[in-house]
């Protein structure tokens, strides 16, 4: 009886043992959980920058209206001047193509640098002869075109000061109510300088800047009719023009670091958009 009595409490406080155990543990472990720091990987500054991305491309903001702040990194920062240059106005003016002024060239510039920056730009918006409107530039924004002009006269004797580096647009005040040259919406010139470039992207970071608008009599990309008589050459006569050049067609297309693979590649897509 006393034995049995002695057993039954030891196998209670036991299971009482046990049960205040179990109980410490959870709320040891719910209190650490409340008031412990999260895993770094779960903080709020580590999810947000996690998701940051997708809910920037999630706004549907224009990427180029952002802040005018000079960033200098992140695609969604104003390009600078020098960049646009390098993807789009060098193409006629590196090496003075139907008569661009030619970058570098002080007295080429002199006389256009003559017409203040406000000048430059209501030539730059609306075209002027062979320069076509926006230079090509469908997607830059005002300022960054402005930013491609002052980089090019302060490369061409023009003074940095030539326009003041406070990039505020004085909006070109001549009207351009008027505008010529019908500049076909262009994609954003992929410049990546990876091996073996479709043909696509070829034509969109270096050729599109003639053959999308007819710039210079460049035969007008997806106009059959302007390209029956170059089809007719066959591709080696092509490719003879493109590496060469022929009249106002700069050798290469001036895409000096395409292979003649790429080239061909560019042609190619070209053609098969054109008949
Ligand atoms: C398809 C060829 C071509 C491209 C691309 C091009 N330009 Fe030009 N640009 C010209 C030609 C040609 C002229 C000379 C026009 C004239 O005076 O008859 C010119 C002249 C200019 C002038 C001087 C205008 C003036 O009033 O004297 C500026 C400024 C200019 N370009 C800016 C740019 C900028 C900025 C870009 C790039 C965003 C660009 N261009 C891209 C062909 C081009
Ligand atoms: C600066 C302007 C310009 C750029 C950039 C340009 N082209 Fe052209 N392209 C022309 C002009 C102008 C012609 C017409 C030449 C003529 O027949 O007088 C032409 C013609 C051609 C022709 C037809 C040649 C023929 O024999 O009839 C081919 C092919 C061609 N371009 C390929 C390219 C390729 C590929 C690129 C890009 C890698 C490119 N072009 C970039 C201006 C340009």
Not at 54 to 68: D, S
Not at 138 to 160: P, R, T, W, Y
């Amino acid at each position: 009886m006393s034995a049995s009595s002695s057993e039954k409490g030891l196998g209670l406080s036991m299971v009482l043992f046990g049960v205040a155990i179990v109980v410490i543990v959870v709320i040891k472990t719910a209190v650490g959980a409340l008031t412990s720091p999260p895993p770094a990987d779960m903080s709020d500054a580590a999810v947000a920058e996690r998701i940051a991305p997708v809910g920037q491309m999630n706004t549907g903001e224009p990427i180029a209206a952002a802040a005018p702040a000079p960033a200098a990194s992140g695609s969604t920062a104003p390009r600078s001047g020098e960049e646009i240059y390098n993807t789009v106005c060098m193409a006629c003016h590196a090496n003075g193509v139907a008569g661009a002024p030619k970058f570098g060239d002080a007295e080429q510039w002199a006389p256009r640098i003559a017409k203040g920056i406000d000048g430059l730009m209501h030539s730059a918006l609306n075209g002027l002869n062979a320069m076509p409107a926006r230079g090509t530039c469908a997607n830059c924004s005002d300022d960054e075109l402005k930013a491609a002009i002052e980089f090019m006269v302060s490369k061409s004797g023009g003074e940095s000061a030539a326009a003041p580096a406070a990039a505020e647009a004085p909006a070109a005040a001549p009207a351009p109510a008027a505008e010529p040259a019908p500049v076909a919406a262009v994609e954003a010139p992929a410049a990546e300088a990876a091996a073996g470039r479709s043909g696509d992207a070829i034509y969109h970071a270096a050729c599109f800047v003639c053959h999308a608008t007819g710039a210079a009599g460049a035969p007008l990309f997806g106009n059959a009719e302007q390209w029956a008589p170059r089809i007719a050459k066959g591709m080696d006569g092509l490719m003879h023009s493109a590496l060469n050049g022929l009249n106002a067609m700069p050798p290469r297309g001036t895409c000096a670091d395409c292979t003649d693979a790429e080239l061909q590649g560019a042609i190619q897509y070209m053609v098969d958009n054109s008949k």
